[in-house]
């Protein structure tokens, strides 16, 4: 009992191991690793070779499936590249077998040393990421040799060698045994590793170890639709290909089995080897085979998985993808995309309040006016989003960014509760009523309606590309507008000492109305301080000292 106890805590610390390479090379490496992918799709060598290397770094096909899928769900990768990533991937994490094959007892204390000096001097930083990756592959060494001490015992009680041997010969059953390991795993790496160990100690055949094989293979591609079944049609498509490929693959392969067996006893003695080195043959010649049919492939996943249409479809979060919360940068990307809809929402509650205003349009007011329901839901949901981010697997950039996107998505909220109340307003004290702005009143608002609007593209600009000129700018129309403002409200009361009738009856809601507009401005220029903050570029106080001390010494 004691044996299998340690069999099960070496496999598990084999898992954690690989867990935690791919946790550290994410938060080390993330964005990096979205922009080689990102940059190496322009045709399918150089794609599929940029999916062995990230693969390599990350030790998992099923990771590198997630992020590449969250490319094709936003449509930066077509499917077509995405799945020669994945043939590429698959290779990779095939590689990483073979080099955790060999004998690196020597190398797995000194990883797990470095790596803990590393993690302790810096927790947060970039060195302790790195030391996370390092203990990772010291745990996945160190798993392997207490995989074959707690083996060594079982392979000598007569009981399990009986129990083996009473194990039915049928590849069907070794396959689904292979597929649910990986998937229980979440890697086929560990059990591929863990399998040429057993089969290596006599727990194994060399028959039911090819199979579990391919089953692992198998498992791991359906692991990764599993993990997407929730998200959107586009996102499921490269799970759904590269599981296509997969199935095919182990089935072309289960016939061809007896002479793989013949072909390695020939060429390699050991039975440890034999298995790593079946499974390296089996990725590279599905990739070599499947190379040429990406195209078809994605075709077919398309039409199994049509884009749905969008034809009395809500205005709710589109970009918030779940599966990209286990990769901080990917989720961050996430969460910024979807603070733009809520401000392309907020845009249009806002550019419709001049049709309002002018053809006096209640039913357009009511349907603006419902839009701030959106704004308020799609800001409820980036906040819960971002929530779920771990703060703590953030750099530093990436903090900041979270935090920018915070207070980006506030202001959003707060401008469509500003937009409601003017329509509300309008609808109460313009339209209902019957009255009417001056043309010069009209003129005035609409000015700065049009000073809004063009504040608005450039405070989304800001945030999108962190200019700091273009935050200069958009700090230099605050004051601006704040003068327009006032020029505008001084006109107003001018008219009505003029005693102009139009603007009698309409003067609480011209007021109102410029005052609204103005704080609607100033929340568009707020997006500009946490970009010229983080540049150095603001002073501590807005007095001008000189002009405040001239002030004091006037007499009183």
Known sequence: MIHLLNLLAAIALLVWGIYNVRTGVLRAFGENLRSV??????????????????????????????????????????????????????????????????????????????????FVASERGMLGRIGRVLIGLGLITLALQLIVTATRPMTQAPEIRALLAALPDDVGLHLLAGGVL??????SLAVVLLTA????????????????????????????ILVTATGAAELRRLPLGNFIFKAVGATLMVPLLPEARLLLHNHVSDIHQQVVYFHLGFNVLMALLF????????R???????????????????????????????????????ALHQADVVETMLRGVVPVMRDNDLELAERLRRMDDVVDELYSAIKFYLTQISREALSEREGRRWTDIVSFTINMEQIGDSVERILQDLEDKKIRTGRRFSEAGMAEIFHLHERLLSNLRLGMSVFLDGHVRDAQRLLEEKARFRDLEREYATNHIMRLRDHTAQSIETSSLHLDLIGELKRINSNICSIAYPILESAGALANTRLRHSQLASIEDRPR
């Open 291 to 298: 190379i040429g049919f990406t195209g078809p492939v994605a």
């Open 197 to 224: 160990t057993l089969a290596a100690q006599g727990l194994l055949t060399l028959p039911v170890a090819l199979g579990l094989v391919l089953g692992a293979n198998v498992g791991s591609a359906l692991l990764a």
């Open 37 to 118: 992918l990102a940059r190496s799709v322009a045709n399918r060598p150089t794609a599929m070779i940029a999916g062995l290397g990230v693969t390599t770094l990350l030790q998992s096909s099923t990771a590198t499936c997630l992020i590449v899928a969250s490319f094709v769900g936003t449509g930066l990768v077509g499917t077509t590249e995405a799945l020669a990533v994945m043939l590429g991937a698959d290779v990779g994490t095939a590689l990483m077998v073979l080099v955790f094959s060999f004998d690196l007892s020597w190398l797995s204390p000194l990883l797990i040393f470095v790596g803990v000096v590393l």
């Open 300 to 338: 077919i996943t398309q039409r199994v998985l049509p884009k749905p249409s969008t034809l009395g479809r809500g205005d709710g979060p589109r970009y918030l993808d779940p599966v990209a919360l286990a990769t901080p940068s990917l989720a961050i990307s996430s969460a910024a995309r979807e």
């Open 182 to 187: 990986a998937m229980l795993c979440y890697s």
